[in-house]
């Protein structure tokens, strides 16, 4: 059974079930809710992969930045109990999304020679802004 604790009305199904449970002898298992990837880190990964493409198709590799994504998801895949996930970064929670950013950043760097743009740089939202995205800053 799943009680969502967001108000009155769950907190009190809850308790109510709770008192019936604990003579039972049942194990409880209270789980964090994880939240999911924030817009933020959605639109960086694809300004990231535009930019990627961008600068892959200066060296001859002309992919859409949508290949650059694939390829990615592909060599950086999110593991649970040592076994590999195939899922879409829209199901990654905000963890495991910044785990897939850092990886990517760190493979620009160290596989391929240059350096993803910082997302507190001025000079990155002008350039991405040049392409119609928009990263929301506050």
Known sequence: MKFNLKNNIEVAKFQ?????????QKLIEVKTKLLK???????LLWLWMEFVSI???EYGDNKPKEFWYCYF????????NETAIRKTSS???????????NQI?????????????????????EYFEQFGYKLDKK
């Open 16 to 24: 109510y079930w709770s008192k019936k449970v604990i003579d039972s």
């Open 37 to 43: 990837r924030t817009l933020d880190q959605n639109a």
């Open 55 to 57: 600068t892959m198709s």
């Open 73 to 80: 998801m592909d060599i950086f895949p999110i593991f649970f």
């Open 91 to 101: 199901l990654y929670d905000i963890k495991e999304m910044t785990y897939f950013l």
């Open 105 to 125: 950043d760190i493979h620009t760097k160290t596989e391929w020679g240059f350096d993803l743009p910082n997302p507190d740089d001025k000079r990155l939202l």
